[in-house]
Structure formats: C-alpha cells, structure tokens
C-alpha cells in the first residue's frame, strides 16, 4: 500500500505530466504598438535587413514551445507608399524559406490594424533547411507604417493553437 506522501506525489506527478506544453502569456513588445498572446516566454533580438528596397531595423520575438516556433517580427518602414511591397515580401520570403511558395491567402482583420489589401494569412507546408516537413501558419498586417509578420511553425502545427496566437492580435496597444 502506498504511504499518504508517496500517493501524493505520484498524483503531483500525474498532474504535471498532463500539463499543457503552451503555457499562454499576453505580450507587448517594446516599440511595436501591438499586442498578442505567446504560448511561451519570447526572446527579443533586431537586425538590419531590406524590406521593399530600404535598409529597417527588424525586431523578432520567437519562442519555442509544444515542438513549435512562435515568432512576431515587425519593422517601421517611415514610408506607407512601401507598405504593401513589404507585406508581399514578408509572405513571400515566409514560403520560400520552406521550399514553397505561397498559395491561397484568407484576408485577416487585426482589431486596431490599419485597413490594407495586403493584411493575409497563410497555412502552407514545406521542408527546413534539414529536410524535416513542416507546416506554417503566417499573418501579414500593418498599423500606420509598421508591417507584422506572425508565424507559427512546426511539424505538427495544431490549428486550434495557431487560431489562438494570431487570433489575439490587437493594434494600436
């Protein structure tokens, strides 16, 4: 017969292994006017890149968690003219960094966004780099002029939890 304390922790035990491997937390990235909920803790880093032919400073968010990368990337471009050429660009890079190209996008609506032709959301499939097959959820969107990339990547991509992430985008936070 097992004692009161080994009984309790085999029940804590039980507990924990049935927990759920995202852990859902609302995020406001410093300087990126949004907000969304990450189901792990992101880390921060920026870099330099071109982006509808001009050199921005492009900040990411990622985590990884259930077996899938989470990421928010975001830029100011300081120019609207240049917005919906940032938008193609960040979908298309998106698909071609998976060995595929983009098929049929849904239009997406971001509370607080502002309106644009260009605001998409894509689920496709493709390879990594390493030939693991993976399948990609992104959003595209601006507010003002800054452009958003949301992406949630992994060989096995729940759509619930896909739904949830880019579901709680909100602009203008």
């Known amino acids: 017969m097992l004692g009161r304390a080994a009984l309790l922790t085999f029940a804590l035990g039980g507990l924990l292994a049935c927990s759920p491997a995202l852990n859902w937390r609302e995020v406001r990235p410093e300087d990126s006017q949004v907000q969304l909920l990450f189901p792990c803790k992101p880390v921060a ?5 071109t982006l509808a032919g001009q050199l921005v400073r492009l900040s990411l ?6 077996g899938q990368t989470w990421a928010l990337a975001h830029a100011d471009l300081g120019d609207p003219r240049h917005i919906g050429a940032a938008l193609t660009e960040l979908m298309t890079s998106a698909a071609a960094n998976l060995g595929t190209v983009p098929g049929a996008a849904q239009p997406l609506r971001v509370a607080g966004a502002t309106p644009h032709a260009g605001s998409l959301r894509l689920r496709f499939a493709g390879t990594l780099p390493d030939g693991m097959a993976v399948t990609e959820e992104v959003a595209v969107f601006t507010y003002g002029t ?15 939890a896909a739904q949830t992430f880019i579901a709680s985008l909100r602009a203008g936070s």
């Open 45 to 49: 880093q920026a870099r330099q890149v």
């Open 146 to 160: 800054r452009v958003y990339q949301v992406t949630a990547l992994g060989a096995a991509l729940p759509q619930e």
């Open 61 to 66: 968010l990622a985590c990884n968690a259930g």
